[in-house]
């Protein structure tokens, strides 16, 4: 379901006549808080100009948008696509919907595995996947250090898993560490057996990360999950809860997060505006600052010691102990590899666990 938020800014001022604007239309999965504030801080920078510029933007979810720009495709509404996975991106370009933005500021500042290499998309954010445990339940020292141990039997009916059939974020880690585990031979079956290993220590599967930290938090039977590191700090400043993760010794798959422009877009020179807008310097350490609350980590390569504290010595060039993932043969076999996991590896004697109320 999408969710219109109209952003006009009323400027007072002495010319005459109602004051002009440019118009932008920005579809993105990003929670209504933080699309409200980019694009009202989009429109502060241009209160001053001769036009303004007024900001409709659909926060729609990230499984729904590239459905939505297909339909539209004839007659576009959208002109910016901001948020979402690299994969999606990749196939809003195969199918040509996206129209490049070579000149971007950001794109001399990005490694080549945080852009496409022709610009159709670049990157805004990276989701490096890690292990998080309930502090309270398990010790520091005791927590699973590599993706391995969580098929350790004393972890049995004490991990969470975000459903991957439902959850875009969930499906793409899964399918990753299928692909890192198949590497040149292409076979799966390496992955299916880790994936299977996995599963018998697997509690429930939940619906949405609302339920998942929450269960977490409680700690008891539920103490590990899998998830996005940017998602767990929130978790952590804004309810207080005791989780601590672990980044893979091993590595870990690190998913993108980008923007890109619509094809035959009503507004193109504004929607460049917006990309150079939400992919510079000032937004991306905005949006890392703890102050913001949103905790993104940027893939600008040039931010250096500007990066808040909790970023310090996080060099995106090398995130993270980033495991080598081909996303192309992600794209490709995902959808493949998420049925196989839910027709032939999936317990179906777990619940699919939903919140209540």
């Known amino acids: 379901m999408a969710v219109l938020i109209g952003i006009g800014l009323v400027v007072s001022g002495c010319s005459k006549g109602p004051r002009r604007?440019?118009?932008?239309?920005?579809?993105?999965?990003?929670?209504?808080?933080?699309?409200?504030?980019?694009?009202?801080?989009?429109?502060?920078?241009?209160?001053?100009?001769?036009?303004?510029?007024?900001?409709?933007?659909?926060?729609?979810?990230?499984?729904?948008?590239?459905?939505?720009?297909?339909?539209?495709?004839?007659?576009?509404?959208?002109?910016?696509?901001?948020?979402?996975?690299?994969?999606?991106?990749?196939?809003?370009?195969?199918?040509?919907?996206?129209?490049?933005?070579?000149?971007?500021?950001?794109?001399?500042?990005?490694?080549?595995?945080?852009?496409?290499?022709?610009?159709?998309?670049?990157?805004?954010?990276?989701?490096?996947?890690?292990?998080?445990?309930?502090?309270?339940?398990?010790?520091?020292?005791?927590?699973?250090?590599?993706?391995?141990?969580?098929?350790?039997?004393?972890?049995?009916?004490?991990?969470?898993?975000?459903?991957?059939?439902?959850?875009?974020?969930?499906?793409?880690?899964?399918?990753?560490?299928?692909?890192?585990?198949?590497g040149s031979s292409g076979n799966p079956d390496a992955g299916y057996e880790w994936l299977r290993n996995l599963e018998s220590n697997v509690l429930a599967h939940t619906e949405n990360t609302d339920h998942l930290f929450a269960r977490l938090n409680e700690g008891n039977p539920a103490a590990i999950t899998i998830w996005t590191l940017p998602d767990v700090v929130v978790q952590r400043h804004r309810y207080n809860y005791n989780l601590g993760y672990v980044i893979p010794e091993s590595g870990t798959p690190v998913l993108t997060e980008g923007v890109a422009l619509i094809r035959g877009c009503s507004h193109l020179e504004t929607g460049k505006e917006f990309v150079e807008f939400v992919t510079s310097a000032d937004m991306q350490l905005y949006l890392a600052d703890p102050k913001s609350g949103y905790y993104r980590i940027p893939t600008r390569d040039d931010l250096g010691d500007r990066l808040p504290g909790w970023l310090k010595g996080v060099d995106v060039r090398d995130m993270l102990r980033k495991m080598p993932i081909d996303w192309n043969i992600v794209r490709r076999d995902r959808a493949e590899w998420i049925k196989y996991w839910d027709e032939k590896i999936r317990n179906k004697d777990l619940s699919r666990e939903t919140p209540v109320g």
């Open 21 to 182: 604007y440019h118009h932008l239309v920005v579809y993105s999965p990003h929670g209504l808080e933080i699309v409200q504030d980019i694009a009202q801080r989009f429109e502060l920078q241009h209160q001053n100009d001769e036009i303004g510029i007024r900001t409709a933007s659909f926060s729609i979810p990230s499984h729904a948008i590239l459905r939505q720009i297909e339909e539209e495709r004839v007659q576009p509404r959208c002109d910016v696509w901001w948020g979402g996975s690299s994969l999606m991106f990749m196939e809003a370009k195969a199918d040509g919907l996206l129209d490049p933005c070579p000149a971007a500021e950001v794109a001399a500042h990005l490694s080549l595995d945080l852009r496409d290499p022709d610009y159709y998309w670049l990157g805004t954010f990276v989701l490096p996947a890690v292990i998080v445990y309930n502090k309270a339940a398990i010790p520091d020292w005791e927590a699973p250090r590599d993706w391995e141990d969580l098929q350790n039997p004393k972890w049995k009916g004490r991990i969470l898993i975000q459903d991957p059939v439902i959850s875009e974020a969930m499906g793409q880690i899964f399918a990753a560490l299928i692909q890192a585990r198949s």
